[in-house]
């Protein structure tokens, strides 16, 4: 009663003396909801959290089906414009186009600044080094993209889209002198760091690993460029990534802290869609793969109640469906579709094929690209759980046993390899190796692709949001147009 | 002879007598008598009696008193005259309520104002105040949303002026705003997640008790409406509520009692020809009719449970959706009681509405009581209180895509008995043994999901005036409007095996505690004054001082640990909470001086300056000013005399009205908790993440130099009446320029950030309003008809957005509704079928069916081109009957019901063929990825035409929405005096009415009420969303006096 009193005093007296107390009375409009502050403490996990969730939810979806370790189950059709390879301008806007830019890439650049103006290259280091691997992605699914350019607020309000082998220049750059902060100042918080824990040696492993992965990105397309650039790290001691020290980001199973890709398709969906592929399921079952029952789970019910049983590529898009709900098929399984899986930025297994690719290339020595192949199964298989007994086992399999030849048979069998391990929680790596190399060499276009021929989706079509509201935009590139470093057929 | 009668004249004599009512036989005070041709009168006491001397020469006497008609008596040699005086309703809108709630006579006023009485108001017996000026008023759009209890309802005045904020009216008790919120029933944001969940809790300004209103003006213009400021560029409904009549010092007593029913207005057409299946073949899981043809045999259907199944003919069951609605009802009773005397006067009501839906389970229920005073004190000192309590609620259906009962039911095969289902408890019926893996039981839905609403709302002002002089007046008036709206939201754990393991959830509880609070103060000084025997002087300076502060809580649980009870300790994890809080601040001082001149001509200047808390500090302050002149040919040059022209007034005005803006907080850039979505529901990634916070920049940018919009309005318009005003006309022209709208515009997400709040927008609207009234047929037995017509055309226009961006305004992604430049506001941007160069249809070469566009395509507009009116009324008597039919053209409606009609292969054109195999006609396949197209070869069959229409891009979902309603019927039979005069009643008036009783629809939409809105009564309108089909309602009603 006392409050209200005030406030009717306040406004009689404000009535009766009219402007006088103006400044005090209408000096109201701070946002008592939001902080009109941070720091990178309280910034670097958001845009960690905002990176994760679309690799782990609209990117994997993209890169599973892409890649054919996941398809659309009969029961349902809301995935099968995946299978289509259909596309739109709105696909992949506001809720993924937009988080990478408005929000990891902007959360990051904030950590950055705010690391070399407070003196603390740690977390401009980190800050630097996200972006970069952020920034790939981005270039990865659509080409060329504003990057220098970009996030510059209404300083700049259409960012020039540069040409993606000048942006896989700048991103090296970039890198370079994040690198050069790692470790130069004070120690950082650690529980902020959702991926290391603060651990910089770690920062410095990670950021080498990008680096190569940037690298042999551009094998095919600036062969001497690569292999330069990948000399100059082993000459200089680059240590990458080993095993059990993949970087990820974990969830956690608390009301909307679960992984992205759980809550969606599992819990909101109820597990109606996506079912195994058999491109990646027979592939497993034919080299008795340990990680069959960690990738996928046994068929719940029907004529095939408790096996292992995929659907051909698209299939159940098509007019020769069979409409069979996904509980007649193997689902995503516990490894993949659990509510606490981790998203990985780079895996261990993947450090290790990208080691031992470089080396099946010839380009470095040291380790055989044999031994960094075998490294590559058993991380992966460590990551799942599987024991290294059962990778052992795997690695005796006619196929999988590395089988050398010529430097394209051997990086045949390392992409096909580093794809399975992919499986289920690296979906858009997987596709883009996938475009990169061609491997694996056995996945044909979906049964119910638009495209026509053998033709895969190559990129992202554009936003609409960049078509309306950036001068800049450089026009429709439908989905079979290849990025620049896509060159290999 | 001669001389006797000099003498008679000679002398002064006195008339007694009383005027009354000439239809309550009571009596009327504060009447004017004068004698003819003199300055000689006086007035009837509080009883109604007089006294007056009449001069010599006195032949005549006039009695006169606002809403009823003059009426002259002879005197002759009496000495008593006894006069009833009879209503005229004309009369009475003679002096309209206007800005800030002064009275003023309506010749005098330079812009368009519209009134409706309570008469007319309330004849449909409506439970929405809105609602029931449908049809009744030109230049008004007014849109109820749903036909759920207690829905929204959307009204705006000559077009929208706002890009993204508020574009409805303002809404005015006795001269004091109140608010008309409609906060989603997503409590965490206030937007509604109208998609998945949506719920339509009704707007604020439908609380009000239609039967306490005396008369609803219409303030159209800005010039109208300049002295409220900010608010005013949308125009105002200024209600007044009833006072307390100076009768007798006895007390009236009026119950008014309706009941209505209600049914479904339009439910979809459907096909009847095939049943539950795909493929063309049975399946006794599907929730589509993708099955064989019907013929007639006895067939299982449903789950076995328990070894058994049930059985029933495959045939088409026509009603079956039709069987699951009920009939709803409406029960109103409103009792008031009012009297006077001449120090003061009183009024106080209590009403309660009770609304049972059609959807069953649902309801509102609306208690509201009321008291309003005044008095007059002697020493020059007079007050006015009034206040009113509410205490509204109600128990809603979810509307929506997602479990919403709406979207189960629609999706229903065409031979499966929904009424059947309703019995939970049947085995077949529960959530393990319902036929369908796809939808749940309707029944179940409205069982286990619940929302319901409690709303406390106190509003009303106190009036204080103090009297200098005749001349000059000062008035106070504080007022305030308050409620708290508790919501609660619950769906039930579902945790089954088997086929319909896949619609299991982990349940949820939300509760939302919603806190607004408007106040207002006013302190006005008015001097009225004749300058010379020409010229009248009428000035009003003021001041006034706003605040409107908002607060909410909401927590969620969302996974239950049982359905017990809904309460937050209810919880597996961890409860998500979120509260907010914002006000904002307005300071303002106007004022107003009108010059008259010779009764015929009236010029009226007006200014106000407002000091806004939305705007930078150091730039807060923006000006408005306003003329409007009104000039009234007929008494100018005495046309009344000589021609059957009774009044020729011609009103024109300017005003150029700005607008602070509503929302707070725009000024600054912030940094938010982080929240990550695909859209989906409950699917978001939200920090704290495992505890450890995380703040994202902000993707809107603050801007620090913010400006007001302003919207620059001219206005011209006639007011014509004829052969004693038997024929009117009333028509306004009006062109209106918004400017430097604020909107939060839209930037390339490239830049860091998603947009900036600018001043960065324009808009026109350009309309012509028009109302012609006659009264064709008027007899001295009482017979009269009366018909009114009116017509709207709006041309709204957006002429700029920033750097021609779309602006987005909601709706869904794949036929979203922007804000287009170059096109009328609400703009669909869809999915759309890919034709190649020359038009034709590009299909895949695989199975025929049409591909979709890459980018979406415009299909403009929600906008309709014009809408109209008609208003009849017949009276004979005690008897009366109106009619009331508007039509609205043009404008276009998203339909899900089509969309999923079509999905689930119960709409009429999925028999296209008789479902055979057909190639789409003119459609073509792409030769790889080339420019080339070959003729498509490949046919639509039964193992893809679920696809074909299932998946047909939304831009083929968007219809036209014209419309033509039968909107109200009543009739009315008030019993003679004669008769109720041997009861203990005043009066006994008994009636019958229904509302939108007939819809008429172009032939495309076999689907809905296009007037339906299932996304809330914000700026996104035009679509249907599964949401409560609208309803007709009929009944009868009584109004007793005693």
Not at chain 1, 60 to 80: E, K, P, V
Not at chain 2, 769 to 789: A, H, N, Q
Request: hydrophobic share 35%.
């Amino acid at each position: 009663m006392k409050i209200k009193n005030n406030y009717i005093l306040a406004a009689v007296f404000a009535t009766m003396l009219g402007t006088t107390s103006c400044e005090n009375f209408l000096d109201i409009n701070n946002d008592p909801n939001n902080p009109s502050s941070s720091t990178p403490t309280l910034t670097l996990p958001a845009g960690f959290g905002e990176l994760a969730y679309v690799l782990g939810n609209q990117f994997q979806f993209l890169g599973n089906f892409y890649a054919q370790h996941w398809t659309q189950s009969g029961g349902a059709n809301q995935y099968c414009d995946l299978e289509q390879y259909q596309m739109t301008s709105s696909t992949y806007d506001t809720r993924v186009w937009a988080e990478f830019y408005a929000g990891a890439l902007n959360d990051f650049k904030y950590v950055a600044d705010q690391g070399n103006a407070l003196n603390n290259p740690n977390y401009a280091a980190i800050g630097e080094i996200m972006q970069v691997y952020t920034v790939q992605v981005v270039t990865d699914a659509w080409g060329d993209v504003p990057y220098t350019t970009a996030l510059q607020s209404l300083e700049n309000l259409s960012p020039e889209y540069q040409s993606q082998e000048e942006i896989y220049t700048g991103l090296i750059t970039q890198l370079d002198a994040a690198i050069e902060k790692i470790g130069t100042g004070a120690g950082i918080a650690g529980q902020d760091d959702l991926v290391f824990g603060g651990d910089m040696d770690l920062w410095r492993k990670f950021a080498n690993t990008l680096k190569l992965k940037i690298y042999l990105r551009q094998a095919y397309v600036r062969p001497q460029v690569a292999e330069a650039g990948i000399k100059a790290m082993y000459a200089a001691g680059a240590e990458f990534l080993g095993m059990d020290e993949t970087a990820d980001i974990e969830f956690f199973n608390q009301t909307q802290n679960r992984n992205p890709f759980f809550q969606t398709q599992v819990t909101f969906r109820g597990g109606v869609d996506v079912v195994a592929s058999n491109t990646s399921l027979e592939f497993l079952q034919t080299t008795n793969d340990a990680r069959l029952d960690n990738f996928y789970a046994p068929a719940e019910e029907g004529t095939n109640a408790g096996k292992f049983i995929g659907v051909n590529q698209g299939v159940e898009c098509t007019p020769t469906r069979l409409g069979l709900l996904a509980t007649n098929y193997s689902k995503p399984g516990p490894a993949v579709a659990s509510p606490t899986t981790a998203i990985p930025l780079i895996s261990a297994a993947e450090s290790y094929f990208l080691q031992a690719e470089a080396v099946a290339r010839g380009w470095v020595s040291g380790s055989t690209a044999a031994s960094l192949y075998e490294q590559g199964i058993r991380a992966s298989f460590d990551y799942v759980g599987e024991s290294d007994a059962t990778a052992t086992a795997l690695l005796q399999q006619p196929g999988v046993a590395y089988a050398g030849g010529t430097v394209e048979e051997q990086v045949e069998q390392i992409i096909t390899q580093k794809w399975l391990s992919f499986n289920g929680t690296q979906g858009f790596e997987a596709w883009t190796e996938y475009r990169r190399t061609g491997y694996p060499s056995f996945i044909e276009p979906s049964a119910a692709s638009n495209l026509g021929g053998s033709l895969l989706p190559k990129r992202i079509i554009y936003p609409n949001s960049e078509a309306t509201r950036n001068e800049n935009y450089p026009g429709l590139q439908e989905v079979s147009v290849p990025v620049w470093w896509d060159v290999k057929d | 002879m001669s001389t006797l009668l000099q003498e008679a004249m000679a002398q002064n004599r006195t008339v007694t007598g009383r005027v009354t009512d000439a239809s309550s036989n009571e009596g009327l005070p504060g009447v004017t008598v004068l004698v003819q041709g003199t300055q000689v009168g006086t007035a009837t006491d509080a009883t109604g009696s007089y006294s007056i001397n009449v001069p010599e020469g006195g032949t005549t006497l006039i009695f006169s008193f606002i809403g009823y008609t003059t009426t002259e008596r002879a005197i002759g040699n009496a000495t008593t005259i006894n006069i009833g005086l009879a209503t005229d309703a004309k009369q009475l809108g003679e002096v309209v309520v206007t800005a800030l709630g002064r009275e003023e006579e309506k010749k005098t006023l330079g812009y368009a104002t519209q009134e409706i009485r309570s008469e007319v108001l309330t004849q449909g017996r409506e439970r929405s105040v809105l609602n029931s000026l449908q049809g009744k008023v030109a230049g008004v759009n007014i849109q109820s949303q749903s036909g759920a209890p207690g829905s929204s309802s959307r009204v705006v005045i000559r077009g929208n002026k706002s890009f993204t904020g508020n574009n409805q009216a303002l809404f005015v008790v006795d001269g004091i705003p109140i608010d008309n919120g409609s906060l989603g029933a997503n409590g965490a944001t206030g937007t509604a997640d109208n998609l998945n969940n949506g719920v339509d809790v009704g707007n604020r300004a439908n609380d009000i008790n239609p039967d306490d209103i005396e008369s609803v003006n219409i303030l159209k213009g800005p010039a109208a409406a300049a002295l409220y400021g900010a608010r005013a560029a949308n125009g105002a409904i200024m209600i007044t509520t009833k006072s307390g009549r100076n009768v007798n010092k006895k007390a009236e007593i009026t119950l008014v009692s309706s009941y209505l029913v209600e049914d479904v207005l339009r439910y979809p057409t459907f096909q009847n020809s095939y049943g539950q299946g795909f493929f063309g073949a049975a399946d006794l899981r599907e929730n589509t009719s993708w099955g064989a043809k019907f013929d007639g045999v006895v067939r299982p259907w449903g789950q076995i449970v328990n070894n058994q199944q049930r059985i029933k003919p495959y045939a088409a069951l026509p009603d079956n959706i039709k069987e699951f609605f009920n009939y709803g009802s409406n029960f109103t009773n409103s009792l008031s009681l009012s009297g006077g005397s001449d120090k003061g006067t009183y009024y106080t009501s209590y009403s309660n509405t009770r609304q049972n839906g059609i959807t069953p389970g649902t309801e509102y229920n609306r208690n509201t009581l009321t008291f309003k005073g005044s008095t007059k004190l002697a020493n020059n000192f007079s007050s006015t209180a009034s206040l009113s309590y509410i205490k509204s609620g109600g128990d809603f259906a979810l509307t929506g895509q997602g479990n919403s009962v709406f979207n189960q039911l629609i999706q229903t095969p065409r031979d499966i008995p929904v009424r059947e289902l309703e019995d939970l408890s049947n085995p077949f019926n529960n959530e393990a043994g319902f036929y369908s893996p796809y939808t749940i039981n309707p029944y179940w839905a409205i069982q286990n999901q619940t929302y319901t609403n409690n709303v406390d709302r106190l509003f009303g002002n106190v009036t204080l005036g103090y009297k200098f002089n005749d001349n000059l007046n000062l008035t106070y008036r504080i007022g305030t409007d308050f409620y708290t709206d508790r919501r609660q939201q619950f769906f039930a754990i579902r945790n089954v095996e088997g086929q319909n393991a896949a619609a299991n959830d982990n349940g949820m509880y939300s509760e939302t505690q919603i806190y607004n609070r408007e106040i207002n103060s006013d302190i006005m000084l008015s001097y009225i004054r004749n300058l010379t025997t020409d010229l009248t002087l009428d000035v009003l300076v003021g001041s006034n001082v706003r605040q409107v502060s908002n607060e909410r809580l909401f927590a969620q649980a969302d996974a239950l640990a049982n359905n017990q009870f809904k309460n937050l300790s209810n919880i597996v994890g961890t409860p998500l909470a979120y509260s907010y809080r914002d006000m904002i601040r307005l300071i303002g001082a106007y004022g107003t001086a009108k010059l008259g001149f010779r009764d015929f001509i009236w010029l009226e200047f007006t200014g106000r300056n407002d000091w806004a808390s939305t705007l930078p500090i150091e730039d807060n302050s923006f000006f408005y000013p306003a003329v409007s002149l009104a000039f009234d040919a007929a008494s100018a040059f005495d046309l009344s005399a000589s021609t059957p022209i009774n009044v020729a007034k011609l009103r024109a005005n300017f005003a150029s009205v700005g607008n602070g803006g509503e929302l707070a907080y725009q000024t600054r850039s912030v940094f938010v908790t982080g929240n990550i979505t695909d859209g989906f529901q409950g699917t978001d990634l939200n920090f704290p993440f495992n505890g450890m916070p995380g703040f994202e920049v902000s993707n809107v940018v603050g801007n620090s130099q913010l400006r007001p919009e302003r919207t620059t309005s001219y206005e011209i318009g006639a007011d014509l009446r004829f052969f004693d005003e038997r024929f009117t006309i009333d028509a306004s022209y009006y062109d209106q320029r918004s400017k430097d709208l604020i909107v939060s515009v839209p930037v390339a997400y490239s830049t860091g950030y998603g947009s900036s709040v600018l001043n960065a927008g324009d808009m026109t609207n350009k309309g012509v309003e028009l109302v012609v009234g006659g009264t064709p047929v008027k007899t001295t037995t009482g017979f009269s008809w009366d018909i009114s017509v009116n017509f709207t055309k709006n041309k709204n226009l957006v002429t700029r957005t920033y750097q021609h961006s779309p602006i987005s305004l909601g709706g869904v992604s794949s036929a979203g509704l922007y804000i287009v430049e170059g096109q009328p506001y609400g703009v669909f941007q869809a999915d759309d079928i890919m034709r190649d160069p020359q038009g034709r249809i590009v299909v895949t070469a695989v199975d025929g069916i049409p591909r979709v566009a890459s980018e979406q395509s415009f299909i403009p507009s929600i906008t309709p081109n014009w809408q109209g009116g008609l208003v009849n009324t017949v009276a004979y008597k005690g008897a009366r009957l109106s009619v009331v039919v508007d039509t609205r053209r043009g404008g276009k409606i998203y339909s899900r019901t089509r969309a999923t009609q079509r999905f689930a292969g119960t709409a009429p054109e999925t028999l296209t063929n008789d479902r055979q195999p057909y190639i789409i006609p003119n459609s073509v396949v792409q030769v790889g990825n080339t420019d080339e197209y070959v003729e498509n070869t490949t046919p639509l069959t039964n193992d893809n035409l679920y696809d074909y229409w299932g998946n047909l891009p939304e831009s083929t979902n968007i219809i036209d929405a014209s419309f033509t309603k039968l909107r109200e019927v009543s009739l009315s039979y008030k019993l003679p005096s004669a008769i109720t005069q041997k009861t203990f009643f005043g009066n006994i008036e008994i009636g019958v009415s229904g509302r939108n009783l007939f819809l008429w629809t172009p032939d495309e939409n076999t689907y809905i009420d296009p007037e339906t809105n299932n996304f809330g009564n914000g700026n996104v309108q035009g679509f249907d969303y599964s949401g409560s089909p609208s309803t007709r309602s009929w009944g009868g009603n009584i109004r007793l006096t005693f």
